[in-house]
């Protein structure tokens, strides 16, 4: 029952993750703001993640197994994560460097805050089903999750700055303090499966 409800809670998960990155990017269209960019692409790779994530529980009744061709996927969402973070950087770079006003968005703020409010309760029961299947696996994929808030701050905060108090170089800084947390996203999902937390 605990394992079926993680299963519903990951599809929701990569659900409103996939939300997030559509509205990302079409805010990012109208707006040009790197730090929408950044945030939109690596939603859209965790999307792809927790739907790994899914079918592995859906497939094999548990997600402390490392098959083969799942370590492959796992090995591509690390690598996407790394590649995101890069560009982010860039693009953070290319702003400060051109000093570009992105366009202020009452929307960005908007969905910045509702990522900040859903993000933490979805990893938070993530993490209390994790803990009731006794998973491992389970309980390192809800501390993940959980993590990720940490993006909607940096984005809700650089939003704010550029929107509130009119300064164009809070939407690339935004930008650039979410670089280094997406390329370690990428590294530590290559390190753990690399690990022996996996029963091979």
């Not at 605990?2 to 990012?28: E, I, Y």
């Not at 079918?55 to 098959?67: E, S």
């Not at 808030?149 to 905060?157: D, N």
Request: hydrophobic share 60%.
């Amino acid at each position: 029952m605990w394992l079926r409800q993680f299963l519903c809670l990951a599809l929701l998960t990569a659900l409103v993750h996939m939300l997030l990155a559509a509205s990302g990017f079409l805010l990012w269209v109208r707006t040009s703001s790197a730090v929408l960019l950044a945030f939109g692409m690596d939603a859209l790779v965790g999307a792809v993640r927790e739907l790994i994530l899914a079918r592995r529980i859906a497939r094999y009744g548990t997600a402390d197994i490392d098959p083969r061709e799942d370590r492959l996927f796992f090995v591509i969402v690390a690598c996407a994560y790394v590649l995101v973070g890069l560009i982010a950087l860039a693009v953070s770079v290319e702003q400060f460097w051109q000093r570009r006003a992105p366009g202020a968005t009452l929307l960005g703020v908007l969905l910045a805050a509702t990522a900040m409010l859903v993000i933490p309760i979805i990893g938070s029961y993530m993490k209390a089903l994790a803990m009731e299947v006794r998973s491992p696996a389970l309980k390192a994929a809800a501390i993940f999750t959980f993590g990720n808030s940490y993006l909607s701050m940096v984005l809700l905060i650089g939003l704010l700055i550029n929107a509130g108090m009119e300064r164009w170089w809070g939407d690339p800084l935004a930008a650039l303090v979410m670089s280094p947390f997406i390329v370690y996203k990428g590294i530590q999902i290559l390190v753990k499966h690399r690990s022996e937390e996996f029963v091979q």
